[in-house]
């Protein structure tokens, strides 16, 4: 079973809006939230994966509850504290109680365009060797869980959990989000592009020819026939 | 098997409610912690506000049309060839582009968050962010389309890219009929961000 962020398939969400293109941020603390998640990044308590995870493990009314900023906000407090660098009577007071061994850490304003220009590539030497090649047929694991933790973090959505697809390309050795996201270490491993026909993955697809792409690692994959 | 331990241990709930406050309140016990620089966070809300948006990927999709050499490096590697253009940087460190044919129509999500590339385009907007986009674009894109008022000819493929990994697409919409010899700046002004993640077309002249 996985989590209430993964949603691709779910009924009942209603109609998408379109919106202008110069709508960037929809309220003044948008982008002061971007900010701040961002410039705590560089803290470097923890990667994208365990970023990823702290938001998808809020309690499912509050994901569902909670817009897009909010979550990144309840995501990001839950790390500060978990990691030491805020204490929860910090958050409940308002105000810091002396300042952090972090601070030499902190992200100065003539860093900020080094950093968001240098990224953060997923890409890592190889260590284990290729298995699959563009073409092949390979079956994704029946469940969508985590291997190494129970409820942990995972990228195969549960929509194309035990489905028959087909690798469209190698991507390189990606690291792997299901160890990354819990300190368990980079552990790379090739990563693919795998097509799945609509109709392996829906009741009723909507068009014989429609295909989903995904970007899976090699441990989510058997060869199939 | 370990257990995730941290389902019982909301620490957010301490701080306001109110998303606004809740910021706020962040904000001030970090940098009081001098963990943050508030000029930073000016520097970061500019870029993405003013210096970092869809027309970065316009100008990759313009060229891509006006230049073949250009178009099959970018189909071939397409971090190297943004990358040259200044566009290669957070959120945009492992970039494939997709070309949108007669034959197939291309159209990218991110079902399990959000993921987009923001060098090429920016701050993902509210609708690619929204639930309902999420849940169904992988399901009934076609339905989707409608919602953007897009219709496809009845023998155009859909290939929907879920991004599950740190790997962002770009959608190369079709040329639109009757560009012959424009320049690349008018070009340019045809890409929308839609038709970049395959919620849209590119304007016609």
Redesign the interface.
């Known amino acids: 079973m996985t989590r209430v962020h993964d949603m691709g398939g779910r009924y009942g969400d209603g109609a998408v809006i379109p919106e202008p293109e110069t709508e960037v941020f929809h309220a003044d603390w948008h982008p002061r939230a971007l900010a701040v998640t961002l410039a705590c990044g560089s803290l470097g308590q923890w990667n994208i994966d365990t970023s990823r995870h702290a938001r998808e493990r809020l309690a499912p009314m509050d994901y569902a509850a909670f817009s897009y900023y909010e979550k990144w906000m309840a995501g990001l407090a839950d790390m500060l504290v978990d990691k030491g660098v805020l204490t929860p009577e910090e958050l409940a007071s308002g105000h810091a109680a002396g300042s952090s061994p972090l601070a030499d850490r902190k992200m100065t304003a003539d860093a900020v365009a080094g950093v968001l220009a240098r990224g953060g590539p997923a890409d890592r030497p190889a260590q284990i060797a290729v298995a699959f090649s563009a073409g092949d047929k390979v079956r994704t694991r029946r469940h969508a869980h985590n291997a190494f933790v129970d409820g942990g973090h995972t990228r195969l959505p549960d929509y194309a959990a035990g489905s028959v697809g087909r690798i469209v390309r190698l991507h390189g050795h990606h690291v792997l989000p299901d160890a990354a996201a819990h300190g368990l270490g980079d552990r790379p491993e090739p990563l693919y592009a795998v097509a799945f026909a609509a109709s392996e993955l829906w009741a009723r697809p909507e068009h014989p020819r429609d295909e989903v792409v995904l970007d899976l690692w090699q441990s989510y994959l058997e060869p199939a026939s | ?4 331990h ?2 019982d ?4 709930a ?3 409610p109110d ?2 406050l ?9 940098t ?6 508030p ?7 500019d ?3 003013n210096r970092i ?2 027309r970065n990927g316009a100008h990759v999709v313009a060229r891509a049309w006006s230049d073949p050499a250009f178009r099959t490096a970018l189909l071939e590697d397409a971090t190297a060839v943004v990358s040259e253009l200044g566009y ?7 970039m ?1 582009a997709v070309e949108n044919t007669d034959d197939v129509h291309n159209m990218v ?1 991110c ?4 993921c987009y590339p923001w ?1 090429l385009l ?2 993902p ?3 690619y ?16 389309l409608a ?2 008022g897009v219709t496809l000819p009845k023998d155009t ?11 962002r697409y770009l959608v190369i919409p079709q040329r639109p009929a009757g560009t012959e010899g424009m320049d690349e700046a008018a070009l340019m002004d045809l890409v ?3 038709s970049m993640i395959g ?1 849209g077309l590119a304007l016609k002249p």
């Open positions: 098997m370990p257990h995730d941290h389902d241990d909301h620490a957010h301490l701080l306001p998303p606004a809740r910021v706020k309140a962040l904000e001030t016990i970090l009081e912690k001098g963990l943050i620089d000029a930073a966070l000016d520097e970061i809300i870029t993405y506000e948006g869809p290669y940087g957070r959120q945009g460190e492992h494939v999500v079902t399990l968050c959000s060098p920016g701050i907007p509210g609708w962010k929204s639930d309902a986009y999420r849940a169904r674009a992988v399901r009934e894109p076609r339905k989707v919602d953007f493929a859909v290939r929907v890219w879920d991004s599950t990994a740190e790997v929308t961000r839609d919620t």
